[in-house]
């Protein structure tokens, strides 16, 4: 519960910044849920790169637990690399998810390894 207020709270500050309106993410079970179903194979289960597929990649998934990685990304640029895909890779644009949905799988990212934000816009 403490990632998802911190993540709610993230997003509306960045949405701010930005002159947009705030996105609630999903609950903290549906952005697990939906992790494990479209994320885990590549990314692992700890987000730390090391899933089943790796080893079929072009480009070798990041490891979200890494500080540096975290302290890299916005969430507004995470959101932007789930929902559009990163091209020249295997990431996929995941279009067909929705902007709670996409909002929850970013605030996860960031807490799967155990931090939270990012850099902020």
Do not use: N
């Amino acid at each position: 519960m403490r990632w998802l207020t911190r993540g709610i709270l993230l997003l509306a500050f960045s949405a701010c910044d930005a002159g947009e309106p705030a996105v609630v993410a999903v609950s903290p079970a549906a952005a697990r849920a939906l992790y494990v179903e479209s994320c885990a194979i590549c990314h692992g289960d700890r987000g730390d790169g090391q899933g089943p597929r790796r080893r079929s990649l072009f480009r070798k998934p990041p490891d979200f637990t890494r500080q540096a990685w975290r302290q890299d990304k916005s969430l507004e640029e995470l959101r932007s690399l789930i929902r559009e895909g990163r091209p020249g890779s295997d990431m996929p644009a995941w279009k067909s998810l929705d902007d709670a949905e996409i909002a929850g799988l970013a605030v996860y990212v960031y807490e799967i390894g155990g931090g939270a934000g990012g850099r902020s816009e």
